[in-house]
């Protein structure tokens, strides 16, 4: 589904632009992305994995709230932003990982696939850099 449809539809929908409805999103991400590494501490890397992602979506959607636009999508927040970033190298390849965590997350969330250690030490760290990538974004 691409953006145009992604508004017809109803999955992405123009909002006002709340500062405290952005930096809410990035509190949120930071939280779950605590809990990812709480969990990937005691070895449950499959929740881990589920949080990292949890906390890369809060920070997609921060910066959708900072372009006015909410999302109801998953998929459509990634062809917002891959709309949105095409031109920005950094953010384009944030939005590719998040796009391939997604599927990811589907099939662990209700497929029960497993996640490896590896895989999920490696959506941390990608997640803390989203984080801070969008945190810098939303600050200019």
């Given amino acids: 589904?691409?953006?145009?449809?992604?508004?017809?539809?109803?999955?992405?929908?123009?909002?006002?632009?709340e500062r405290e409805r952005v930096r809410s999103a990035m509190d949120l991400g930071r939280h779950y992305l605590e809990r990812?590494?709480?969990?990937?501490?005691?070895?449950?890397?499959?929740?881990?994995?589920?949080?990292?992602?949890?906390?890369?979506l809060q920070?997609?959607?921060?910066?959708?709230?900072?372009?006015?636009v909410k999302e109801r999508s998953h998929q459509c927040t990634?062809?917002?932003?891959?709309?949105q970033l095409e031109n920005d190298q950094d953010?384009?390849?944030?939005?590719?990982?998040?796009?391939?965590y997604r599927i990811q997350r589907h099939q662990t969330q209700y497929?029960?696939?497993?996640?490896?250690?590896?895989d999920a030490e490696m959506i941390i760290a990608d997640a803390q850099h989203f984080l801070d990538?969008?945190?810098?974004?939303?600050?200019k």
């Fill in 111 to 118: 497929d029960g696939a497993s996640v490896s250690k590896d």
């Fill in 133 to 139: 990538y969008v945190e810098t974004r939303i600050e």
């Fill in 36 to 56: 990812a590494r709480g969990n990937f501490d005691i070895d449950y890397f499959d929740v881990a994995f589920l949080m990292a992602y949890n906390a890369m």
């Fill in 78 to 83: 990634v062809a917002f932003l891959q709309k």
């Fill in 1 to 17: 589904m691409n953006v145009k449809q992604c508004f017809e539809s109803g999955m992405l929908k123009r909002i006002p632009i």
């Fill in 91 to 100: 953010g384009k390849q944030f939005v590719d990982l998040l796009d391939t």
């Fill in 59 to 68: 920070a997609a959607k921060a910066a959708m709230f900072q372009a006015g």
